[in-house]
């Protein structure tokens, strides 16, 4: 039976992670995926992280099941840091969260309760968007629509054409946004601009559904949750997809959440339950370690404080390389890239198209994806010079 099976085609950003890890040059520069780098090019274990591990370690006497919603340490403490601990739904019990195996499961679970609650919903995704949203949302039955978002001539968010396409969006449709960090393009909305989706959306009585996988990594963690912050604040219901695979560097331990603000306490049971259902079809429960570690993280003054100012430390890196790659790269090539430094977390579209991005992997053993999206923090002080100099080679040609 298995041999009906016809392959399929490769992940396009894995596929292409491949390719940079088998290039045996030394000098080789790898900004495919979106793992954080420190300086040495290693995606470090953070030490708030690694002393919960190993205190966990010590007190761990089973490896029983979790409570089927999560460690309750856990989501509380992530409800907090993504909402924010005064936020009303958290007081007036209006909201609920659960568990999940990454933030692509908090995804799937966002996405199974919008087709049980509307099957009929169209899904709003930003173009362009991460490329793994259309296949995980899609599964679940949901059909799309684009609206437009970056605007690759002006290297920039094209607000006007966004709110112009958001004008189709019907009530109960879904529009999903990125929190902040938007991968692949790094073009976040402003204060203002977040404002406006709010009171399209409310107009509208469409669902935000928030994917939040970069808190921290652009300005900070509180900066960072302003838009999501807003809209939970503003519309009567909202879906959050959580992850903590960037901003604790758990990315293997699969450690994520989706939270649920809901208008009243009896819906907030409901969805619960829908939410809990849709785990239990689907994985039955999530894996515990991450989550155990980034819940005593938060849990703990002491820990929490210091894996403050890692993520700090790891986010004024992120911007002193975006500030250093956009000024070497407007002398290098006698053109503009400020919006390099402008950009939020770990991603930027170069400008470059995928022929030059060809020479680039070729000729310069330099990796980024076909649509030139690096991941600045796969760069170090060393790399940003090279960089520059091959991309001023290749667009001279
Ligand atoms: C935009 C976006 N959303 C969600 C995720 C999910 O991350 P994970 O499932 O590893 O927590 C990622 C990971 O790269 C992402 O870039």
Known sequence: MLSNLAPLPKDSILGLAALARADDRVHKIDLTVGVYMNERGICPVMSAVQQAQQSLIQAEVSKAYLPAQGDPTFVREIVGLVLGQDHPAIHEQRMTAIQTPGGCGALRIASELIAAANPRAKVWLPSPTWPVHEPLLGSVGLEFQRYSYYDHTQHGLDFESML??????????????????????????????????????????????????????????????????????????????????????????????????????????????????????????????????????????????????????????????????????????????????????????????????????????????????????????????????????????
């Open 164 to 397: 112009n396409d958001l004008q189709g969006v019907a009530e109960g449709d879904a529009v999903l946004l990125h929190g902040c960090c938007h991968n692949p393009c790094g073009a976040d909305l402003s204060e203002s601009q977040w404002q406006t989706i709010a009171d399209l959306l409310l107009e509208r009585k469409a669902m935000a559904l928030i994917d939040v996988a970069y808190q921290g990594l652009g300005d900070d963690l509180e900066t960072d949750a302003f838009g999501l912050r807003l809209l939970a604040r503003q519309l009567p219901e909202v879906l959050i997809a959580a992850s903590c695979s960037k901003n604790f560097g758990l990315y293997r331990e699969r450690t994520g959440a989706t939270i649920v603000v809901t208008q009243t306490p009896k819906e907030t049971e409901i969805v619960l339950s829908q939410a809990l259902g849709a785990a239990r079809r689907l994985y039955s429960m999530s894996p515990a370690h991450g989550a155990l570690i980034a819940g005593r993280v938060l849990a703990s003054q002491e820990l929490n404080e210091l894996w403050r100012a890692e993520l700090m430390q790891m986010t004024q890196r992120i911007q002193s390389l975006r500030s250093q790659l956009s000024q070497r790269l407007s002398v290098v090539t006698g053109q503009d890239f400020g919006f390099v430094a402008h950009e939020k977390g770990m991603f930027s579209f170069l400008g470059l198209t995928q022929a030059q991005v060809q020479v680039l992997r070729d000729t310069h053993a330099i990796h980024m994806l076909d649509s030139s999206r690096i991941n600045v923090a796969g760069l170090t002080d060393q790399s940003i010079e090279p960089l520059a100099l091959a991309i001023g080679t290749v667009i001279a040609q």
